[in-house]
Antibody, heavy 122, light 110 residues
Framework: QVLLAESGGGVVQPGGSLRLSCAAS????????IHWVRQAPGKGLEWVAF????????YYADSVKGRFSISRDNSKSSVYLQMNSLRADDTALYYC???????????????WGQGTLVTVSS | NFMLTQPHSVSESPGKTVTISCTRS????????VQWYQQRPGSAPTTVIY?????PSGVPDRFSGSIDTSSNSASLFVSGLKTEDEADYYC?????????FGGGTKLTVL
């Protein structure tokens, strides 16, 4: 079955950096795009970033543009989110989610991981 | 960018039908598909409706969706309410390369 497993979360000071990983299995990873979506404690969902299957296209939410960078390693069936210049309002549970379509970007997340918690605090 | 506005909470009795609305602030609700996600406490979201009115396999037909261009909104209908339907529900759409979620609606089945 489709599995997405996030890791790399933790506590980091404001201004610091963190790299999240999303390990995928159970589907043809190389033909699907992957999204990151976050959820602050007690709050709603916020889309963060997307990377196309071949890594050629990357899109970001305005709130993270210039600070976060998404990448992937198809040989390891993994996607990464490099987060720099972290702020308190980046504190959230970060989910990776699989894009449903293999060609167009539909922004429909058909499978989600369980998330990894990032806490930005001094 | 546009916003999707949902009621903060709705409640209804078991066996009844509830409607959760999702109103788009600008641009047409019909211009891009709307998805609906269910999130139970402590769990990741799962899809109940995609592309406006499609159900993933395994989602009961008690869940349905529609859009109304006159009110520029999408709606999630849950009929034959069960206590297990109690959860947060989020609508979601996009425009270009921007993804927007509604603020979420807490459904209480009492």
């Amino acid at each position: 079955q489709v599995l997405l497993a996030e890791s790399g979360g933790g506590v980091v000071q404001p201004g610091g950096s963190l790299r999240l990983s999303c390990a995928a299995s159970g589907f043809s990873f190389t033909i699907y795009g992957i999204h990151w979506v976050r959820q602050a404690p007690g709050k709603g969902l916020e889309w963060v970033a997307f990377i196309r299957s071949d890594g050629g296209d990357k899109y970001y939410a305005d709130s993270v543009k210039g600070r976060f960078s998404i990448s992937r390693d198809n040989s390891k069936s993994s996607v990464y989110l490099q987060m720099n210049s972290l702020r308190a309002d980046d504190t959230a549970l970060y989910y990776c989610a699989k894009e449903r379509d293999t060609v167009a970007v539909t922004y429909y997340f058909d499978y989600w991981g369980q998330g990894t918690l990032v806490t930005v605090s001094s | 960018n546009f916003m999707l506005t949902q009621p903060h909470s709705v409640s209804e009795s078991p066996g009844k039908t509830v409607t959760i609305s999702c109103t788009r602030s600008s641009g047409s609700i019909a211009s891009n598909y709307v998805q609906w996600y269910q999130q139970r406490p402590g769990s990741a979201p799962t899809t109940v409706i995609y592309e406006g009115n499609q159900r993933p396999s395994g989602v009961p037909d008690r869940f349905s969706g529609s859009i109304d261009t006159s009110s520029n909104s999408a709606s999630l209908f849950v009929s034959g309410l069960k206590t297990e339907d109690e959860a947060d529900y989020y609508c979601q759409s996009y425009d270009g390369t921007t993804v927007v979620f509604g603020g979420g609606t807490k459904l209480t089945v009492l």
